[in-house]
């Protein structure tokens, strides 16, 4: 397998060429997609799997501003590196990082996580651009309070993977129910099925199913 080309802004993939193929596949996602505009999905820069893993934990049922807050002081205690390394948060006594706001939970898979990259079972950057979507996501969910929509999530959001699709995300089957004229929220199957055509641009059609709550 090669590398998966950058083609902008950290995506693999042209959205341009996506929207246009998701169109052609799907008028009805079509219409969407000339109601809400060009795509605007773009990954955020992460240094590392290990700080983006790292991240979603934090923010984990918390809002945004408390995450930040909680990150920040995690980030502070190994100043001034940017964003402390797994040997970093092993070395840490947990009762410092839950002094930092972390729960007990939380500090622990945080440590677990650390310890998983140590290992290797979380792929270091040049790795997983070698990688397909699964088997990202079979790592990934190895990582204590790490499930499959976190990980996909991940894909979408750090990695910039174009057929994503995270069918057990609440958005998306509300998008998906507003879209396609459902009157109730659709099974799994039911989007798998759809979502088919959308190949390989999953990622890209997900999006809009976002944005169509929004409108």
Excluded: N
């Amino acid at each position: 397998m090669t590398a998966r080309p950058v083609v902008t802004s950290g995506l693999d993939y042209d959205p341009v060429l996506a929207c246009r193929h998701l169109s052609d596949a799907d008028p009805m996602l079509g219409a969407l997609i000339a109601r809400v505009g060009p795509c605007l999905l773009r990954p955020r820069q992460t240094q590392s799997l290990f700080a983006a893993v790292a991240r979603a934990i934090v923010y984990q049922q918390l809002s945004g501003s408390a995450a930040a807050t909680i990150l920040g002081r995690v980030k502070a205690i190994h100043a001034p590196k940017r964003f402390p390394t797994p040997r970093d948060i092993l070395a840490t006594p947990p009762e410092r990082l839950r002094a930092a706001g972390l729960s007990t939970a939380k500090t622990a898979a945080l440590r677990d996580l650390a310890e998983r990259s140590l290992d290797g079972t979380v792929p270091r950057m040049r790795r997983v651009r070698f990688m397909g979507d699964e088997e990202v996501i079979e790592r990934l969910v190895q990582v204590r309070g790490v499930g499959r929509w976190t990980a996909e999530m991940l894909l979408m959001f750090r990695l910039g993977r174009a057929d994503v699709l995270p069918v057990s995300d609440l958005g998306i089957r509300k998008g998906f129910a507003r879209t396609f004229g459902s009157r109730r929220l659709p099974a799994a199957i039911t989007i798998e099925r759809r979502a088919a055509r959308w190949r390989p641009y999953r990622s890209v059609a997900c999006w809009y199913l976002w944005r169509a709550l929004e409108l």
